[in-house]
């Protein structure tokens, strides 16, 4: 009988520590906001960025920057930080025939479309929409951030979903996917991947991704656009 107790006494303490184990996990997986935010790009309420409760942005880790442009394509860049998270899902709306850059996603502050960069970071892929056309460039700078993918899209009235992580990539409407390991590239070093790097070991900016809507990151001087209406991000 006390060979029992004391197995039950150990299962309940086996127990207790699974609990204690569960409730440090959640406590870590609760660091990353999964409030979504969407991003208004019509003019309506002053193109603010509209969450829960409607008109405030209550994702601290989602920094919506300035608005821009005309009431009709309002323009913006967004500061994503993916500190705790393992990924970002990003879905941007159409309204009508996108023309120009109307969407923008990018690992530096200081890029500008066609894998240029202003060497804030080794880790600078991007993917870009310029009318109904997709691209992804990658982080390789030494080789030129060579263009990884090109794919022509139907957006018109449409939408499309990117989802972003550590060496990762997809999109969809049509569902596709870019992966990359994470050491590549050896030469800068630290080594690196090919695609977003989360986080990024080589600059200051941390987890941090950039999403340029109706514009690029950094400028944007003439690379901007009209047709993105609205943005929904969310984090996980």
């Given at each position: 009988m006390k060979f029992t107790m004391l197995n039950r006494k150990?299962?309940?303490?086996?127990?207790?520590?699974?609990c204690l184990v569960g409730a440090t996990a959640s406590s870590a997986k609760a660091q990353c906001?999964?409030?979504p935010?969407?991003?208004?790009?019509?003019?309506?309420?002053?193109?603010?960025?509209?969450g829960s409760p409607v008109g405030t942005n209550t994702n601290p880790q989602i920094t919506v920057g300035p608005f821009a442009g005309p009431l009709t394509a309002r323009q913006t860049v967004v500061?994503?930080?993916?500190?705790?998270?393992?990924?970002?899902?990003?879905?941007v709306e159409y309204e009508g025939q996108p023309s120009g850059w109307t969407a923008h996603t990018a690992d530096s502050p200081t890029s500008d479309g066609f894998g240029g960069d202003g060497g804030t970071t080794i880790n600078n892929a991007e993917v870009q929409i310029v009318d109904e056309t997709m691209a992804v460039?990658?982080?390789?700078?030494?080789?030129?951030?060579p263009q990884?993918?090109?794919?022509?899209?139907?957006l018109t009235d449409s939408a499309i979903k990117f989802v972003v992580r550590n060496q990762f990539l997809s999109w969809g409407q049509a569902y596709g996917f870019l992966q990359s390991p994470d050491n590549i590239i050896q030469n800068p070093?630290?080594?690196?991947?090919?695609?977003?790097?989360?986080?990024?070991?080589?600059?200051?900016?941390?987890?941090?991704?950039?999403?340029?809507?109706?514009?690029?990151?950094?400028?944007?001087?003439?690379?901007?656009?009209?047709g993105a209406r609205r943005a929904i991000i969310t984090l996980q």
């Open positions: 150990s299962l309940l303490l086996v127990a207790l520590s699974f906001n999964t409030t935010v969407v991003i208004d790009l019509t003019g309506a309420g002053s193109g603010t960025s509209i500061t994503i930080n993916l500190a705790g998270c393992r990924q970002a899902n990003i879905v460039y990658s982080a390789d700078t030494l080789a030129g951030a990884l993918l090109r794919q022509d899209l139907s070093a630290p080594p690196h991947g090919l695609l977003f790097a989360i986080p990024d070991t080589a600059s200051m900016d941390g987890s941090r991704i950039y999403l340029g809507l109706n514009r690029v990151v950094l400028g944007p001087g003439t690379r901007i656009g009209s």
